[in-house]
């Protein structure tokens, strides 16, 4: 959609505003200047006394003006509708802290009760310094260095007036067809809790109040990253347990850490729609789990379910609000039905209400009530994009990269010779921030080529090829290109595919060590961007099967949003790299890599498939009755494939180094432990080889018998070391029953006595084992 015209007319009517009275800076209700914080409650029932219905209702309403968009409509005559009091908040604002600020005094000064907005963007991976992909950071196992990366995100973003972020996204997801992988941290459940932590934390830091931390909102709730056959905004159905096993966990977990909101998903639930589930946001949200924050939809997600069968837009604005939804994302069903609805007994008063006082504490919590500029301070503007921002963006990109191929030290290049830079993605500056990064100047984006240029000098010879299209398929081509806010992800291209192959070969055979940086467009992953062919398109693969053939040293690096396969490229690559989509410094982060300025440590935290069929694939999967054994030729009437075998072509945890690393046998403290003991897991790791390097030391275990299958094994603790070449350490964990528990056929989380295996290694396939017995407490 083009960018809105609606905000030449809304910043005309703020300037007319303004001039006609001052703001005081604290007069926004005349009981609120010297309102104590603590008393949230006084405050609120106070300002709610003096409330219209239609104002409590407009409070509902959350809109965008269309400078960001990211849904297929934008809202109209925006700022009549704030002097009216119908609007709660505003997101997708582009323009900067003076915009934001002129926004925020006409509902101010222009609306009757002078209640400030809630102002939110979707910042998911840095705002204006852009860190990699959500599943990129995941990679890195590191929780310091991504709450590092909200709280620097949180910073920019208060910095220009935003006071809310729709972020993170903690959906569990297990099949790379789904373009929002992205997004996430990958597919397990323990994993994903610990970084949607850190996330919560490095967001909203220690207050709300503060002017430099900001209002996360955990999404999407939930279980949107199970739509079936990975296509995005399709149905889920599952089974309780599941959800509460493998796909709740980390929603918990991030409310547990104090998020402020939670946005509702697309999906149904059990049959209805998220948005509309009762169950999901009141019983099992609310009651349940106990939180009393705020409930956003995704945009328009309450007139989406209209076409799920639901009913006309009044029932469905009524089904939501019953349900527990507090605020409506553009669809505006609120501003204009739930009125109506009231008078005619299909929702209360109370609900209304309620919705209400959830908005308004946020506001409070935010401090907008002592303060309502407390976010457009313009002498903040010097932490935007400050050096110490792009330094970090850079240490992030390094430190989320993966290596999954490395023979005959392929890698570390040499910083001289020369160097053939070859491919689609090696020379641009559109595609390095990836999806979801709308804050983003993607002319600040470093492209591979300055990177390796900068990282070798006058040391050694860069020569440069295109070599390929990113596609050469024009229905696919035009489909990609269809949403372009930031210009075209896929660029015209002059020369035949021909002449580009060709001179892509030339470079090649002039060079010491080819290095062919290939992949997506970051239109091709995100938001209804599914794919059910995730190799990487013909024209690509066409380029690195003839750039093996020159017999040059082949280094491939994967751009992608999602795991690929990948297996034609590990074939033939002599090192084979995923970078994802690194962000504003991708071209130094991954030259940092390439030339072992930084060892790589990232691990995957998604499961590669060999062939996209055998999708959903991913470790912690259970057993069949008849499985097929691991390593082992196909056998009939087993669990198995005919074309290809049950394997991962790599294993979730997997990743490797420019060192080696070793583990010895593991040594547990008791053969036997009680409910009430714990169990202490040691196994010493030693760096091998010839550079320091990080490891991920990750602990699984596996419950051999229980009420309910269980997976073969679950992640239930890592710990990130750093190891000097030749030197060891010991990695100790401890064990308690907590670590032992599961949801049971009644969804009791519960454990039982019996046989259990711990498993300790660098990888979820390559591990120690050991066995050990819970047994019951003697009386």
């Given amino acids: ?92 604002i582009n323009g900067g802290v003076e915009k934001i600020k ?56 208060t910095a220009e007036g935003v006071n809310w972020v729709y972020s993170p996204m903690v959906d569990i997801a297990r099949d790379p067809r789904w373009g929002r992988v992205a997004e996430g941290s990958g597919e397990d459940p323990y994993l994903g809790g610990e970084i949607a932590k850190a996330m919560i934390k490095g967001y909203q830091g220690n207050s709300l109040a503060a002017a430099n931390t900001a209002m996360a909102c955990v999404k999407h709730f939930a279980l949107y990253g199970a739509v079936e056959a990975g296509r995005d905004y399709n149905t889920v159905d599952m089974s309780r ?155 992030f990109g390094a430190r989320s990269i993966v290596l999954l191929k490395n023979n005959n030290q392929a890698l570390p290049l040499k910083k001289s010779g020369t160097i053939a830079l070859i491919g689609p993605l090696a020379n641009d500056k559109v595609n390095m921030l990836g999806t979801w990064a709308v804050s983003g100047d993607r002319q600040l984006a470093i492209p591979v080529l300055d990177g390796v240029q900068r990282a070798v000098g006058s040391n050694a010879k860069v020569l440069y090829a295109k070599g390929a299209n990113i596609s050469d398929d024009t229905a696919f081509v035009k489909i990609v290109n269809s949403f372009t806010p930031y210009g075209k992800t896929i660029a015209d291209e002059a020369k035949s595919p021909g002449q580009l192959l060709s001179e892509a070969v030339e470079t090649a055979s002039n060079a010491d060590v080819v290095v062919a940086v290939v992949g997506e467009t970051a239109e091709m992953t995100g938001e209804a961007s599914s794919r059910t ?52 410094e991708a071209g130094n982060s991954i030259a940092d890599v390439l030339f072992g300025d930084y060892n790589p440590s990232g691990k995957l935290t998604m499961t590669f498939p060999q062939h996209v069929g055998q999708n959903p694939i991913y470790y912690n999967h259970k057993n069949t009755g008849r499985p097929q054994p691991v390593g082992e030729p196909a056998q009939k009437f087993h669990s198995n494939y005919l074309d290809v075998s049950n394997e991962p072509l790599f294993p979730f945890g997997y990743g490797l180094s420019y060192t080696k690393f070793t583990y010895s046998p593991l040594q547990l403290s008791k053969n036997n432990i009680t409910p009430s ?61 907590e670590d032992l528990k599961f949801y049971n056929a009644d969804l009791q989380y519960i454990y039982e006595p019996g046989e259990f295996k711990v498993m300790v290694g660098s990888n979820s396939r390559d591990v120690q084992e050991a066995t050990f017995t819970l047994v019951k407490n003697q009386k």
């Fill in 1 to 92: 959609m083009k960018r809105s015209s609606i905000l030449p007319g809304l910043l005309a009517l703020m300037s007319l505003t303004a001039a006609a009275q001052n703001h005081p800076k604290t007069g926004i209700v005349t009981t609120t200047s010297k309102e104590p914080r603590k008393d949230i409650n006084s405050f609120v029932n106070r300002l709610m006394s003096q409330m219209t219905l239609d104002e409590k209702i407009g409070q509902l309403n959350l809109l965008t003006p269309g400078d960001i968009v990211t849904g297929s409509v934008a809202s109209s005559n925006v700022a009549a509708k704030i002097k009216a009091g119908n609007v709660g908040g505003l997101f997708g």
């Fill in 102 to 157: 002129q926004i925020q005094e006409l509902a101010v000064t222009g609306s009757r009760l002078k209640i400030p907005l809630l102002i939110g963007l979707d910042v998911i991976h840095g705002y204006k310094t852009v860190f990699p992909i959500p599943l990129g950071l995941s990679c890195s196992w590191d929780l310091p260095m991504i709450e590092r990366s909200a709280r620097i995100a949180a910073t920019e973003a």
């Fill in 241 to 395: 347990v599941k959800m509460f096993e493998y796909y709740l966990p980390p929603y918990k977990a991030a409310l547990d850490a104090g998020a402020g909101s939670v946005m509702t998903s697309f999906n149904e639930v059990d049959g209805i729609p998220a948005t509309g589930n009762k169950w999901l946001l009141t019983d099992l949200l609310r009651k349940q789990w106990g939180f009393k924050g705020l409930v956003v939809t995704d945009y328009t997600a309450i007139n989406e379910m209209i076409a799920h069968g639901m009913g006309d837009l009044q029932a469905v604005s009524a089904l939501s609000l019953n349900a527990g939804v507090d605020m409506d994302m553009v669809g505006e069903g609120f501003i204009q039905t739930i009125k109506k609805s009231l008078q005619e007994g299909k929702t209360t008063q109370q609900q209304i209400d309620d919705a209400c006082r959830r908005v308004l504490e946020a506001k409070y919590k935010l401090g907008l009530f002592e303060d309502p500029y407390r976010y457009c301070d313009a002498s903040r503007s010097k932490e935007v994009l400050s050096a110490a921002h792009k330094k970090a963006a850079r240490e």
């Fill in 533 to 584: 062919d995730i190799s990487l398109p013909a024209s690509q693969q066409k380029l690195l099967q003839a750039l093996s053939k020159t017999g040059k040293p082949l280094v491939v690096v994967v751009m992608a949003g999602r795991p690929l396969t990948l297996g034609m490229e590990n074939e033939i690559a002599d090192a084979l790299v995923d970078v994802w989509f690194q962000g504003q």
């Fill in 677 to 737: 003991e714990r169990l202490q897991v040691k196994v010493k790791v030693s760096n091998t080889g010839k550079y320091d390097g990080e490891e991920t030391v990750q602990l699984y275990i596996h419950d051999v018998y229980a009420s309910v299958a269980q997976p073969v094994k679950k992640l239930k603790a890592f710990q990130k070391i750093m190891l000097k070449a030749g030197e060891t350490k010991e990695v100790t964990f401890q064990l308690t029953t």
